[in-house]
């Protein structure tokens, strides 16, 4: 495919700001249409861009966008996914790719029957540390790697729609909404499936389970410990830190912030985007156009965020029990 490609966003909260900013660094990409249930909201960041505001992700179907970027919160990814692909759009959704294995299952099947790519937001992937460490690791510079750590912790987000992210039933806690990058990281380096899970996670005014510490087996017997938290100090700002070993060597690395830039307006508002710091989204968004017009493959496939989804939610359901959680034989 060649010339302009059209995106229609769905969704205008927090992450849409970051996404169309992103588009920016893409030449050749325009966004045409935003939708929201919350009209404002869609409006905000059509007029910054230049887009028109539409009711729905049928409305921005009709008006024949390439691609449609999902921003919605999880429980909201799943229809929305199978619409437009059945449409014949290519598809990026934000991570997690659905909020449940059964809306995983129909998602996979229907990208399948689809001619349009689906690839899923697991922007951990495009961290240019992150991708650097996972490249250099991959090509044998600290050996054979067999332990990874990987550490987000931050207080409780505060600005989603309704609370959206407070409530588990919607957002799965830090352990879905936050740790899903990084067991999607682990296994992209590691390069071998999970095989067992275990948790042990506290409680705080945050909410149930919003300390969280995994330890993760992978089949060719690395292993990751996995931090993840909301419930740390909001003035202490977002930490990550990431180490991964191997038998030559380590690379690690740490910050303080995961974007590279906020914009705070006057209206009282701010925006994180990307510019300042080239962190992941543009890379991330980028590496999707350049798919499109490829004809394939997606750069993060469904299949394996529907692994770091089915690792999270086995995260939860052993934090939960506390079992452990043999990944083989584990039915949802
Ligand atoms: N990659 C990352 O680092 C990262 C960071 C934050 C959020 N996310 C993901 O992005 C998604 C959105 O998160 P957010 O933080 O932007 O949330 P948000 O609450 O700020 O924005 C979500 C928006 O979706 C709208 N919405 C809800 N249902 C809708 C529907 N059916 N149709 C149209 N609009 C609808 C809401 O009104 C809201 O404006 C989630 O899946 C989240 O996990 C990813």
Request: charged share 20%.
């Given at each position: 495919?060649t010339g302009?490609?059209?995106?229609?966003?769905?969704?205008?909260?927090?992450?849409a700001?970051?996404?169309?900013?992103?588009?920016?660094?893409?030449?050749?990409?325009?966004?045409?249409?935003?939708a929201?249930t919350?009209?404002?909201?869609?409006?905000?960041?059509?007029?910054?861009?230049?887009?028109?505001?539409?009711?729905?992700?049928y409305?921005?179907?009709?008006?024949g966008?390439?691609?449609?970027?999902?921003?919605?919160?999880?429980?909201?990814?799943?229809?929305?996914?199978?619409?437009?692909?059945?449409?014949?759009?290519?598809?990026?959704?934000?991570?997690?790719?659905?909020?449940?294995?059964d809306e995983?299952?129909?998602?996979?099947?229907?990208?399948?029957?689809?001619?349009?790519?689906?690839?899923?937001?697991?922007?951990?992937?495009?961290?240019?540390?992150?991708?650097?460490?996972?490249?250099?690791?991959?090509s044998?510079?600290?050996?054979?790697?067999?332990?990874?750590?990987?550490?987000?912790?931050?207080?409780?987000?505060?600005?989603?729609?309704?609370?959206?992210?407070?409530?588990?039933?919607?957002?799965?806690?830090?352990?879905?909404?936050?740790?899903?990058?990084?067991?999607?990281?682990?296994?992209?380096?590691?390069?071998?499936p999970?095989v067992?899970?275990?948790?042990?996670?506290?409680?705080?005014?945050?909410?149930?389970?919003?300390?969280?510490?995994?330890?993760?087996?992978?089949?060719?017997?690395?292993?990751?410990?996995?931090?993840?938290s909301?419930?740390?100090?909001?003035?202490?700002?977002?930490?990550?830190?990431?180490?991964?070993?191997?038998?030559?060597?380590?690379?690690?690395?740490?910050?303080?912030?995961?974007?590279?830039?906020?914009?705070?307006?006057?209206?009282?508002?701010?925006?994180?985007?990307?510019?300042?710091?080239?962190?992941e989204?543009?890379?991330?968004?980028s590496?999707?156009?350049?798919?499109?017009r490829?004809g394939g493959?997606?750069?993060?496939?469904?299949?394996?965020?529907?692994?770091?989804?089915?690792?999270?939610?086995?995260?939860?359901e052993?934090?939960?029990?506390?079992q452990?959680?043999?990944?083989?034989?584990?039915?949802?």
């Open positions: 495919m302009e490609l059209t995106v229609g966003l769905l969704g205008a909260g927090m992450i700001g970051v996404h169309a900013h992103a588009y920016r660094d893409s030449p050749g990409v325009r966004l045409a249409a935003v929201d919350v009209r404002g909201k869609a409006e905000r960041i059509a007029d910054r861009h230049g887009a028109k505001v539409v009711p729905d992700l409305a921005l179907l009709d008006l966008v390439d691609v449609v970027d999902i921003c919605t919160p999880p429980t909201a990814h799943a229809d929305a996914t199978i619409a437009a692909l059945r449409a014949g759009r290519h598809v990026l959704c934000e991570k997690p790719i659905t909020r449940t294995m995983a299952r129909r998602v996979l099947a229907a990208a399948d029957a689809a001619p349009g790519l689906l690839s899923i937001g697991q922007v951990a992937r495009y961290g240019p540390d992150h991708r650097l460490a996972r490249d250099l690791a991959a044998g510079e600290i050996g054979l790697v067999r332990m990874l750590s990987h550490s987000t912790t931050t207080s409780l987000p505060g600005w989603s729609e309704g609370g959206w992210l407070a409530d588990p039933a919607t957002s799965g806690g830090p352990l879905l909404d936050q740790a899903v990058h990084s067991f999607d990281y682990a296994r992209w380096v590691i390069g071998s999970a067992r899970v275990h948790c042990m996670a506290a409680d705080s005014d945050a909410g149930a389970l919003t300390y969280t510490l995994t330890t993760v087996r992978y089949e060719n017997g690395a292993i990751a410990h996995i931090e993840c909301w419930a740390h100090p909001a003035s202490r700002g977002f930490k990550l830190r990431a180490e991964i070993t191997g038998t030559d060597g380590q690379l690690s690395w740490d910050y303080d912030h995961m974007i590279g830039g906020v914009l705070h307006a006057h209206d009282g508002d701010s925006e994180w985007w990307d510019v300042l710091g080239d962190r989204f543009t890379h991330e968004l590496a999707f156009f350049q798919a499109c490829d493959p997606p750069p993060v496939p469904a299949v394996e965020a529907v692994e770091s989804l089915r690792t999270a939610l086995a995260a939860l052993s934090a939960r029990t506390g452990t959680i043999d990944l083989i034989r584990w039915e949802l």
